[in-house]
């Protein structure tokens, strides 16, 4: 074994969390270790559909790497969603908006702008083993390389950044809670040449209680994915590509799948518990799916990924004088998590568990479904850039009630955005 390595920082996990953190402790001075198991940069996350909120971008921005998506054909992203009332479209803002990038381009392109951060070490092909302790402080990682070779990396803080099953938080004794029984299972795959009802759009088909969803991405790839709930997995599973050929024909709008465009194998996801993990020890932080893992079905863990890391930095960057101030440091970020996920991640779920609308949705989705102004706002809170009480003030549901009082009377109305 090799003397050991002290940084201020060591991030297990160079993804979206992981680089995220490592690029703006580095920004902020400190010396990092970004270690990550697999050997190759390119390497990426395959069961991801890679719809990025809104909530994300300004973090994006922050790091610079809006201009990287762009330039490697990523995509500024709206949406649209259709329920049983029909379309719901929120006019297009031009300063709000998500990305659309495969993480084929992203993981890779994440870890170069880490690497290339000044105090940041990426250590490719490091797979934490153990995590080292002093008193009962977590003070490190011990890692072992691909030819098994190990090392010791101390670091006043250490971070699990490392994925919704995160080792190193069960080498550190930090069990997860898991938030209501998830229901679904997907299933994804890429194609080309899609005749999409809104092309420039993610679509978000809510089917009561399954789900379809088209991404538009990078390339000229677009996705076609589902969730459906789990009694249908066996039958589904028995013959997969017909199963998911045939579930999109009856998909209102949704358009005619041709295998000839079809660019990917199908893959599938059979269960995502929704995760929401402890107290770390002392010494300790969790970000990204390793700290709170929702169900896809929203598409909202990579922009928390992303947010989680800037969250963190920001609550630590300047608390390393003493343990103590570390500590309380990083309790704040905990805190941080709470206020700016915890509403959003009770409801995420609560829908997970495969149930269909319950009334406040049918109200509020009826609602943006036949009034232009409440589809902006039903999708500032799908991008996750308001807290669910705003969504939910007595003000806007009061709106919403009105706006289908006004369209029994008037039902004509025009469906909002056509
Ligand atoms: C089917 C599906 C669809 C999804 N679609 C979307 C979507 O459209 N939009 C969205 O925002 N989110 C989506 N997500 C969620 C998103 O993929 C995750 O939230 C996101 O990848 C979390 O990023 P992360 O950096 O926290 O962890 P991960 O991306 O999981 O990365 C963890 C990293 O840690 C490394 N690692 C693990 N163990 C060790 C170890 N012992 N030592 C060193 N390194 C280690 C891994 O190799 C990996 O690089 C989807 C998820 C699923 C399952």
């Not at 409440?374 to 850039?385: I, L, M, N, P």
Request: positive net charge; hydrophobic residues 40%; aromatic residues 8%.
């Amino acid at each position: 074994m090799s003397e050991p390595a002290e940084y201020d920082v060591a991030i297990v996990g160079a993804s979206l969390a992981g680089c995220t953190a490592a690029t703006l402790f580095g920004r902020a001075g400190r010396s990092v270790a970004l270690i990550e198991s697999h050997p190759d940069i390119k390497a990426y996350k395959k069961l991801c559909t890679t719809l990025i909120q809104p909530c994300a971008t300004p973090t994006i921005h922050r790091l610079g790497l809006d201009i990287r998506i762009e330039a490697a054909g990523g995509l500024r992203t709206h949406s649209a969603l259709h329920t049983r009332w029909g379309w719901a479209v929120p006019p297009v803002d031009d300063d709000v908006f998500g990305y659309d990038i495969r993480r084929e381009k992203l993981d890779p392109m994440m870890r170069v702008l880490a690497a290339e951060t000044p105090g940041v070490d990426l250590l490719m092909g490091q797979r934490a083993r153990k995590v080292l302790t002093t008193d009962g402080r977590i003070t490190g990682v011990a890692t072992e390389g691909e030819e098994g070779s190990t090392r010791e990396i101390r670091a006043r803080l250490v971070v699990g950044a490392d994925g919704r099953s995160s080792p190193v938080a069960k080498m550190a004794g930090v069990g997860a809670r898991t938030v209501k029984k998830h229901g679904r299972f997907g299933y994804m795959a890429f194609f080309r040449n899609l005749e999409l009802p809104y092309p420039k759009r993610a679509l978000l088909w809510l089917l009561e209680p399954d789900v379809a969803f088209t991404l538009p991405h990078d390339d000229g790839f677009q996705l076609a994915a589902l969730m459906a709930t789990k009694d249908k997995l066996p039958a589904f599973k028995a013959n997969l590509e017909d199963s998911f050929y045939t579930f999109f024909e009856a998909v209102p709008d949704f358009p005619k799948l041709d295998p000839a465009n079809q660019a990917s194998p199908i893959i599938g996801l059979m269960d995502h518990p929704n995760l929401w993990r402890s107290k770390p020890p002392p010494g300790m932080a969790f970000i990204g799916d390793a700290a709170v893992s929702a169900d896809p079905l929203w598409g909202v863990g990579c922009g928390w990924a992303m947010q989680g890391g800037e969250w963190l930095v920001e609550s630590t960057k300047a608390a390393f004088g003493s343990d103590a101030e570390l500590d309380d440091a990083v309790g704040n970020y905990r805190k941080v998590l709470r206020s700016r996920l915890g509403g959003h991640f009770f409801l995420i779920s609560d829908y997970s568990t495969g149930r269909g609308f319950n009334p406040i949705e049918k109200l509020m989705f009826s609602a943006a479904t036949r009034d232009t102004e409440f589809a902006r706002h039903t999708f500032k809170f799908g991008a996750r850039t308001i807290p669910v009480h705003e969504f939910l003030a007595p003000s806007k549901v009061a709106k919403a009630i009105r706006i289908n009082l006004r369209h029994r009377k008037e039902p004509s109305l025009v469906p909002a955005g056509k």
